[in-house]
């Protein structure tokens, strides 16, 4: 008797239809947190059912782009009906996923295959691929950070692979009294009613962290390392530039990319952005603190304007 689960992460709906034997609850652990009852089919970003014949899903289209993270490859695909076929690959060269999008981004069919953590790269690469396409449009960001939840209000901290993320959140949590990891490599932005919150999904990394919250977003931090520590604010086109990396995005499909510059456009009007020079210490942390929580105040100046969002930043492999 086929399933369906329905969960809900940055306050979107999707659905997943599979026959049990395709997936058992060690593939949907970190999902669980995420599951609701809701069935409204008008509210769900996108319904994503399962196959057991990877040949179903062969690909007929020409390659589009070529993704990698650092635990695989993905290879999309573009369909003469305006459908997209991703191929994922796992690091261990294992081609454990292939996933049929239609064109709107409302349903896709997906196989997954291999080990476990195969499996659930796959799952998680589907989903997050999937996630990013659908939810664009609604003023939502799936961002590669750290988020921290301090009183109530998310912090959320950038940067290239290497720069210390992880680090930062772990000194805010071992110096500054009452904060908790909110999710350790892909929280999700928001703006909801003029205001801008923060969630923590899923997807977070080799972190086991998988809370379903939602609090304000008191600030975002780009991390650069430096022999010394230093903070300074960012606005217009540097706070969009330090925000924009960060960002699940296809440059070549123009709707969603000009439907991230919007939401990034109107996020960086809205709150605190900064650029923090850093060593991995105490004093990094507690300088950050200081000035994000003494200066977290509400934007007054209005959206900056940007005349595009097409450029060659705009890709979907984030820092």
Not at 56 to 81: H, I, Q, W, Y
Not at 234 to 252: F, N, Q
Request: hydrophobic share 35%; proline share 3%.
């Amino acid at each position: 008797m086929p399933s369906k689960s329905t969960y809900q992460v940055g306050g979107h709906s999707f659905a997943l239809e599979y026959a049990n034997e395709m997936l058992s609850e060690k593939e949907l652990l970190s999902y669980a947190p995420f599951r609701t009852d809701s069935s409204y089919e008008e509210d769900k970003l996108f319904t994503l059912s399962f196959t057991d014949a990877p040949e179903a899903l062969d690909t007929k289209g020409p390659v589009s782009a070529v993704l990698e993270d650092e635990n695989g490859r993905m290879t999309l695909f573009k369909e003469k009906d305006g459908c997209l076929t991703i191929y994922v690959t796992a690091i261990t060269d294992c081609h454990c996923c292939r996933i049929r999008i239609s064109k709107d981004y409302h349903f896709a069919k997906a196989w997954i295959g291999g080990t476990l953590s195969e499996r659930r790269y796959a799952l998680d690469t589907a989903l997050m691929l999937l996630y990013t396409f659908a939810s664009s449009k609604h003023d939502t960001l799936l961002v590669h950070a750290s988020a921290v939840d301090l009183n109530d209000k998310g912090y959320l901290f950038l940067g290239k692979s290497g720069t210390g993320k992880s680090t930062h959140s772990r000194l805010w949590i071992e110096n500054i009294s009452g904060t908790e990891l909110l999710n350790d490599d892909n929280p999700i932005i928001r703006i909801v009613d003029e205001k801008v919150y923060v969630y923590g999904s899923p997807w977070s990394g080799k972190t086991s962290c998988y809370r379903n919250r939602r609090i304000t977003a008191g600030g975002i931090v780009r991390l650069h390392q430096a022999p010394l520590n230093e903070i300074s604010s960012l606005t217009g086109i540097k706070a969009y530039a330090a925000l924009l990396p960060s960002c699940s995005c296809m440059k070549w499909d123009h709707i969603m990319a000009e439907a991230i510059h919007s939401t990034i456009t109107k996020v960086i009007s809205m709150i605190p952005i900064y650029s923090l020079s850093c060593l991995p210490n105490q004093e990094a942390a507690l300088i950050c603190f200081k000035e994000l929580t003494t200066n977290n105040l509400v934007k007054t100046h209005g959206p900056c304007v940007f005349s595009s969002s097409r450029d060659e930043s705009a890709t979907y492999h984030r820092q």
